[in-house]
Protein backbone atom coordinates (compact mmCIF):
# COMPACT_ATOMS: atom_id res chain seq x y z
CA UNK A 1 0.00 0.00 0.00
CA UNK A 2 1.10 3.55 -0.92
CA UNK A 3 1.04 6.02 1.79
CA UNK A 4 0.04 10.05 0.60
CA UNK A 5 2.62 13.02 1.54
CA UNK A 6 1.66 14.36 4.05
CA UNK A 7 2.16 18.40 5.54
CA UNK A 8 2.26 17.75 8.83
CA UNK A 9 2.82 13.82 9.78
CA UNK A 10 5.90 11.75 9.24
CA UNK A 11 4.01 8.67 8.89
CA UNK A 12 6.22 5.03 7.97
CA UNK A 13 6.28 1.23 8.55
CA UNK A 14 8.97 -1.22 8.98
CA UNK A 15 8.68 -4.72 7.89
CA UNK A 16 7.62 -6.12 11.25
CA UNK A 17 4.27 -4.52 10.33
CA UNK A 18 4.62 -1.32 13.02
CA UNK A 19 3.86 1.98 12.23
CA UNK A 20 5.09 5.35 13.32
CA UNK A 21 3.37 8.06 13.23
CA UNK A 22 4.91 11.45 13.86
CA UNK A 23 3.25 15.04 14.63
CA UNK A 24 5.84 16.49 12.98
CA UNK A 25 5.23 20.29 13.74
CA UNK A 26 7.51 21.10 15.91
CA UNK A 27 7.98 24.86 15.83
CA UNK A 28 4.85 24.88 17.67
CA UNK A 29 5.34 22.37 19.37
CA UNK A 30 2.74 19.79 17.37
CA UNK A 31 -0.23 21.71 18.28
CA UNK A 32 -2.90 20.27 16.40
CA UNK A 33 -4.50 22.37 13.90
CA UNK A 34 -7.36 21.54 11.15
CA UNK A 35 -4.54 20.19 8.71
CA UNK A 36 -2.93 18.04 11.40
CA UNK A 37 -6.53 16.55 12.48
CA UNK A 38 -7.56 16.16 8.85
CA UNK A 39 -4.48 13.86 8.40
CA UNK A 40 -4.60 12.07 11.67
CA UNK A 41 -8.09 11.06 10.44
CA UNK A 42 -6.01 9.84 6.86
CA UNK A 43 -3.45 8.30 8.97
CA UNK A 44 -5.82 5.97 10.87
CA UNK A 45 -7.99 4.99 7.98
CA UNK A 46 -4.54 3.96 6.29
CA UNK A 47 -3.96 1.78 9.16
CA UNK A 48 -7.56 0.72 9.38
CA UNK A 49 -6.90 -0.52 5.77
CA UNK A 50 -3.49 -1.20 5.60
CA UNK A 51 -2.68 -5.48 6.01
CA UNK A 52 0.69 -4.48 6.28
CA UNK A 53 0.09 -2.48 9.35
CA UNK A 54 0.04 -4.87 12.68
CA UNK A 55 0.54 -1.88 15.12
CA UNK A 56 0.40 1.98 15.39
CA UNK A 57 2.68 3.96 17.19
CA UNK A 58 2.04 7.68 17.47
CA UNK A 59 4.50 10.44 18.86
CA UNK A 60 5.51 13.44 18.34
CA UNK A 61 8.07 15.26 16.44
CA UNK A 62 11.18 17.40 18.71
CA UNK A 63 12.52 16.68 21.94
CA UNK A 64 10.08 18.90 23.67
CA UNK A 65 6.92 18.20 22.80
CA UNK A 66 4.16 15.15 22.19
CA UNK A 67 1.60 17.33 21.66
CA UNK A 68 0.79 20.94 23.03
CA UNK A 69 -2.61 20.84 22.51
CA UNK A 70 -5.49 22.03 20.25
CA UNK A 71 -4.12 25.52 17.51
CA UNK A 72 -4.96 28.04 20.09
CA UNK A 73 -4.88 30.33 16.97
CA UNK A 74 -7.75 28.71 15.15
CA UNK A 75 -9.37 27.90 18.66
CA UNK A 76 -9.56 31.74 19.24
CA UNK A 77 -11.45 32.21 16.02
CA UNK A 78 -14.41 29.66 17.20
CA UNK A 79 -18.17 30.61 18.09
CA UNK A 80 -20.95 28.26 19.75
CA UNK A 81 -21.73 26.34 16.52
CA UNK A 82 -17.85 26.01 14.97
CA UNK A 83 -17.11 25.08 18.61
CA UNK A 84 -19.81 22.31 19.00
CA UNK A 85 -18.73 20.89 15.06
CA UNK A 86 -15.06 20.95 16.08
CA UNK A 87 -15.55 19.64 19.60
CA UNK A 88 -17.07 16.56 17.82
CA UNK A 89 -14.42 16.23 15.14
CA UNK A 90 -11.65 16.46 17.54
CA UNK A 91 -14.24 13.62 19.20
CA UNK A 92 -14.75 11.57 16.71
CA UNK A 93 -11.10 11.07 15.58
CA UNK A 94 -9.74 10.22 18.56
CA UNK A 95 -12.54 8.06 19.29
CA UNK A 96 -11.55 6.37 15.88
CA UNK A 97 -8.14 6.18 17.32
CA UNK A 98 -9.46 4.38 20.52
CA UNK A 99 -11.53 2.16 18.45
CA UNK A 100 -8.60 1.42 15.94
CA UNK A 101 -8.99 -2.52 15.19
CA UNK A 102 -4.78 -2.81 15.91
CA UNK A 103 -3.18 -1.75 19.11
CA UNK A 104 -2.06 2.11 19.19
CA UNK A 105 0.53 2.64 21.55
CA UNK A 106 1.25 6.31 22.36
CA UNK A 107 4.96 7.84 23.36
CA UNK A 108 4.33 10.69 25.40
CA UNK A 109 7.75 12.43 24.86
CA UNK A 110 7.29 15.53 26.42
CA UNK A 111 3.94 18.21 26.92
CA UNK A 112 1.09 16.10 26.20
CA UNK A 113 -1.53 19.35 26.97
CA UNK A 114 -4.80 19.62 26.45
CA UNK A 115 -5.79 18.31 23.00
CA UNK A 116 -2.04 16.31 23.43
CA UNK A 117 -3.12 14.81 26.52
CA UNK A 118 -6.57 13.96 24.85
CA UNK A 119 -4.77 12.25 22.05
CA UNK A 120 -2.42 10.29 24.59
CA UNK A 121 -5.52 9.08 26.44
CA UNK A 122 -7.22 7.88 23.46
CA UNK A 123 -4.27 5.59 22.46
CA UNK A 124 -4.76 2.34 23.79
CA UNK A 125 -1.27 2.46 26.09
CA UNK A 126 0.93 5.12 26.60
CA UNK A 127 4.74 5.54 27.42
CA UNK A 128 5.96 8.35 28.95
CA UNK A 129 9.37 9.86 28.84
CA UNK A 130 10.61 11.48 31.99
CA UNK A 131 10.40 15.09 30.78
CA UNK A 132 6.84 14.37 29.90
CA UNK A 133 4.01 16.69 31.37
CA UNK A 134 0.41 15.89 30.72
CA UNK A 135 -2.45 17.94 31.59
CA UNK A 136 -5.73 19.85 30.20
CA UNK A 137 -5.01 23.55 30.86
CA UNK A 138 -8.52 24.49 28.91
CA UNK A 139 -10.13 26.21 32.10
CA UNK A 140 -6.89 28.79 31.72
CA UNK A 141 -8.86 29.47 28.18
CA UNK A 142 -11.74 29.68 29.38
CA UNK A 143 -12.55 26.46 28.41
CA UNK A 144 -13.08 23.02 28.85
CA UNK A 145 -11.48 19.90 27.39
CA UNK A 146 -13.50 18.97 23.89
CA UNK A 147 -11.55 16.05 22.41
CA UNK A 148 -12.89 13.59 24.79
CA UNK A 149 -10.81 14.87 28.03
CA UNK A 150 -13.80 15.21 30.28
CA UNK A 151 -14.57 11.46 29.79
CA UNK A 152 -11.66 9.56 29.43
CA UNK A 153 -9.29 11.17 32.41
CA UNK A 154 -11.65 9.91 34.72
CA UNK A 155 -12.01 6.81 33.33
CA UNK A 156 -7.97 6.54 33.42
CA UNK A 157 -7.68 7.96 36.53
CA UNK A 158 -10.70 8.39 38.84
CA UNK A 159 -13.37 11.23 39.38
CA UNK A 160 -11.11 12.85 41.99
CA UNK A 161 -7.61 13.18 40.51
CA UNK A 162 -9.72 13.84 36.95
CA UNK A 163 -11.65 16.91 38.69
CA UNK A 164 -8.03 18.08 39.99
CA UNK A 165 -6.43 17.79 37.20
CA UNK A 166 -9.32 19.50 35.06
CA UNK A 167 -10.11 22.31 37.47
CA UNK A 168 -7.14 23.50 38.25
CA UNK A 169 -5.89 23.05 34.69
CA UNK A 170 -2.29 22.30 35.92
CA UNK A 171 -0.20 18.96 34.72
CA UNK A 172 1.21 16.20 36.32
CA UNK A 173 4.81 15.23 35.51
CA UNK A 174 5.66 11.70 34.28
CA UNK A 175 6.41 9.99 37.77
CA UNK A 176 3.01 11.27 38.81
CA UNK A 177 1.60 10.29 35.64
CA UNK A 178 2.32 6.61 36.32
CA UNK A 179 1.30 6.25 39.80
CA UNK A 180 -2.16 7.42 38.90
CA UNK A 181 -2.21 4.91 36.10
CA UNK A 182 -2.28 7.83 33.48
CA UNK A 183 0.58 6.01 31.83
CA UNK A 184 1.93 2.65 31.12
CA UNK A 185 5.80 3.18 32.09
CA UNK A 186 8.52 5.90 32.09
CA UNK A 187 11.39 5.47 29.64
CA UNK A 188 14.13 7.86 29.18
CA UNK A 189 13.65 9.79 26.13
CA UNK A 190 16.36 8.13 23.80
CA UNK A 191 14.79 3.97 25.29
CA UNK A 192 10.71 5.28 25.36
CA UNK A 193 10.56 4.30 21.24
CA UNK A 194 12.05 1.23 21.55
CA UNK A 195 10.21 0.31 24.85
CA UNK A 196 6.88 0.80 22.42
CA UNK A 197 8.53 -1.26 19.67
CA UNK A 198 8.96 -4.03 22.32
CA UNK A 199 5.45 -4.23 23.27
CA UNK A 200 4.37 -3.78 19.55
CA UNK A 201 6.84 -6.68 18.85
CA UNK A 202 5.41 -9.17 21.52
CA UNK A 203 1.95 -8.31 20.38
CA UNK A 204 2.57 -9.07 16.69
CA UNK A 205 3.39 -12.54 17.35
CA UNK A 206 -0.39 -12.82 18.70
CA UNK A 207 -3.65 -13.42 16.53
CA UNK A 208 -4.75 -10.38 14.83
CA UNK A 209 -8.22 -11.23 14.89
CA UNK A 210 -7.61 -12.20 19.07
CA UNK A 211 -6.30 -8.16 19.23
CA UNK A 212 -8.93 -6.39 17.46
CA UNK A 213 -11.21 -8.12 19.75
CA UNK A 214 -9.31 -7.81 22.93
CA UNK A 215 -9.37 -4.09 22.27
CA UNK A 216 -13.24 -4.29 21.22
CA UNK A 217 -13.45 -6.15 24.78
CA UNK A 218 -11.80 -4.05 27.06
CA UNK A 219 -13.21 -0.30 24.98
CA UNK A 220 -16.36 -2.27 26.11
CA UNK A 221 -16.00 -2.32 29.90
CA UNK A 222 -17.19 1.10 30.17
CA UNK A 223 -20.50 0.59 29.27
CA UNK A 224 -23.23 -1.61 30.73
CA UNK A 225 -22.82 -3.89 27.82
CA UNK A 226 -19.25 -4.94 28.72
CA UNK A 227 -19.68 -8.77 29.87
CA UNK A 228 -22.36 -9.55 27.12
CA UNK A 229 -19.21 -8.04 24.52
CA UNK A 230 -16.74 -9.93 25.74
CA UNK A 231 -18.81 -13.63 25.65
CA UNK A 232 -19.78 -12.59 22.01
CA UNK A 233 -16.41 -11.58 21.02
CA UNK A 234 -14.77 -14.51 22.57
CA UNK A 235 -17.63 -16.74 20.83
CA UNK A 236 -16.89 -15.28 17.42
CA UNK A 237 -13.35 -16.14 17.95
CA UNK A 238 -14.19 -19.55 18.45
CA UNK A 239 -14.97 -20.34 14.77
CA UNK A 240 -11.58 -18.94 13.33
CA UNK A 241 -9.01 -20.03 12.32
CA UNK A 242 -6.30 -18.37 14.42
CA UNK A 243 -7.93 -20.09 16.93
CA UNK A 244 -7.69 -23.49 15.92
CA UNK A 245 -4.03 -22.68 14.92
CA UNK A 246 -3.60 -20.87 18.44
CA UNK A 247 -4.79 -23.69 20.29
CA UNK A 248 -3.30 -26.59 18.35
CA UNK A 249 0.00 -25.26 18.36
CA UNK A 250 0.15 -25.23 21.95
CA UNK A 251 -0.93 -28.97 22.14
CA UNK A 252 1.57 -29.82 19.29
CA UNK A 253 4.21 -27.94 21.18
CA UNK A 254 4.75 -25.82 17.74
CA UNK A 255 4.83 -21.70 17.26
CA UNK A 256 1.48 -20.55 16.21
CA UNK A 257 1.17 -19.36 12.31
CA UNK A 258 -1.61 -17.23 12.50
CA UNK A 259 -3.31 -15.43 9.21
CA UNK A 260 -5.55 -13.10 11.05
CA UNK A 261 -9.14 -15.30 9.94
N1 LIG B 1 -1.41 26.30 19.92
C1 LIG B 1 -0.75 27.07 19.07
N2 LIG B 1 0.56 27.37 19.19
C2 LIG B 1 1.20 26.81 20.22
C3 LIG B 1 0.57 25.98 21.16
C4 LIG B 1 -0.81 25.71 20.97
N3 LIG B 1 -1.49 24.92 21.79
N4 LIG B 1 1.48 25.61 22.08
C5 LIG B 1 2.65 26.17 21.73
N5 LIG B 1 2.48 26.91 20.61
C6 LIG B 1 3.49 27.69 19.89
C7 LIG B 1 3.85 28.98 20.59
O1 LIG B 1 2.91 29.98 20.29
C8 LIG B 1 5.21 29.25 20.03
O2 LIG B 1 5.07 29.76 18.74
P1 LIG B 1 5.95 31.04 18.24
O3 LIG B 1 7.37 30.58 18.37
O4 LIG B 1 5.52 31.28 16.83
O5 LIG B 1 5.63 32.14 19.19
C9 LIG B 1 5.81 27.87 19.89
O6 LIG B 1 4.72 26.97 19.85
C10 LIG B 1 6.70 27.47 21.05
O7 LIG B 1 5.96 27.62 22.25
P2 LIG B 1 6.46 28.48 23.51
O8 LIG B 1 5.27 28.88 24.31
O9 LIG B 1 7.39 29.57 23.06
O10 LIG B 1 7.33 27.38 24.28
P3 LIG B 1 7.65 27.31 25.84
O11 LIG B 1 8.68 26.26 26.01
O12 LIG B 1 7.96 28.67 26.37
O13 LIG B 1 6.29 26.83 26.55
C11 LIG B 1 4.31 25.48 26.77
C12 LIG B 1 5.77 25.56 26.29
C13 LIG B 1 3.77 24.12 26.30
C14 LIG B 1 4.26 25.57 28.29
C15 LIG B 1 3.51 26.62 26.13
O14 LIG B 1 3.75 26.65 24.72
C16 LIG B 1 2.02 26.52 26.32
O15 LIG B 1 1.52 26.78 27.40
N6 LIG B 1 1.27 26.14 25.26
C17 LIG B 1 -0.17 26.08 25.28
C18 LIG B 1 -0.65 24.85 26.02
C19 LIG B 1 -2.16 24.81 26.09
O16 LIG B 1 -2.81 25.64 26.70
N7 LIG B 1 -2.70 23.79 25.43
C20 LIG B 1 -4.10 23.54 25.45
C21 LIG B 1 -4.77 24.13 24.28
S1 LIG B 1 -6.47 23.72 24.29
Known amino acids: MTFPEFKHLLFETDAEGIALLTINRPDKLNALNNKVLEELDTAISLTEKSDDIRVLIITGAGEKAFVAGADIKELSSLNRESGEKASSAGQQIFNRIEQCSKPVIGVVN???LGGGAELAMACHIRIATEVAQIGLPEV???LIPGYGGTQRLPRLVGKSKAMEMILTGQPVAADEAKTMGLVNDIKPADKALDH???LAT????????ALSHA?????ASQSKHGF??????????????DFKEGTSAF???RKPAFKGH
Do not use: D, Q, W
Not at 202 to 209: D, E, F, R, S, Y
Not at 228 to 234: D, G, I
Open 110 to 112: GYA
Open 140 to 142: SLG
Open 202 to 209: AMIKNGPL
Open 196 to 198: AKK
Open 228 to 241: AREASLFGRLCETE
Open 215 to 219: ISAVN
Open 251 to 253: LEK
